[in-house]
Nanobody
Framework: VHLVESGGGSVQAGGSLRLSCAAS????????MGWFRQASGKEREGVAA???????RYLNSVKGRFTISKSNDKTTLYLQMNSLKPEDTAMYYC????????????????????WGQGTQVTVSS
């Protein structure tokens, strides 16, 4: 699976960004996909995940502000981020795995096998 993120940038607090992740490779390896982020000096954390049936899970701090979705052909993963806050500043990564969603979309980065290179999101106050 090859994953390439785009759409990051610098915005002011309250602004919006839409991240995209172009995915290729065997479709079954993309049954489970998610967005993760890692701020400077912090551990990587799960932001949102989605399974092949469209079920989603979100980090509590982004609920109501972020929306994860997939294109109809399932080759692109999106993360719509609204009402951005300075604490959302991080490198954002797209991840995929064939089996990680077996018990529902997970936010644990350790269960995902395939990763993109990341896109930086910076939110200024």
């Amino acid at each position: 699976v090859h994953l390439v993120e785009s759409g990051g940038g610098s915005v002011q607090a309250g602004g919006s960004l839409r991240l995209s992740c172009a995915a290729s490779g065997y479709p079954e390896n993309r049954n489970c996909m998610g967005w993760f982020r890692q701020a400077s000096g912090k551990e990587r954390e799960g932001v949102a995940a989605i399974d092949s049936d469209g079920r989603t899970r979100y980090l509590n701090s982004v609920k109501g502000r972020f929306t994860i979705s997939k294109s109809n052909d399932k080759t692109t993963l999106y993360l719509q981020m609204n009402s951005l806050k300075p604490e959302d500043t991080a490198m954002y990564y797209c991840a995929a795995d064939p089996l990680a969603c077996a018990f529902g979309p997970p936010l644990n980065p350790a269960v995902f096998d395939y990763w993109g290179q990341g896109t930086q999101v910076t939110v200024s106050s």
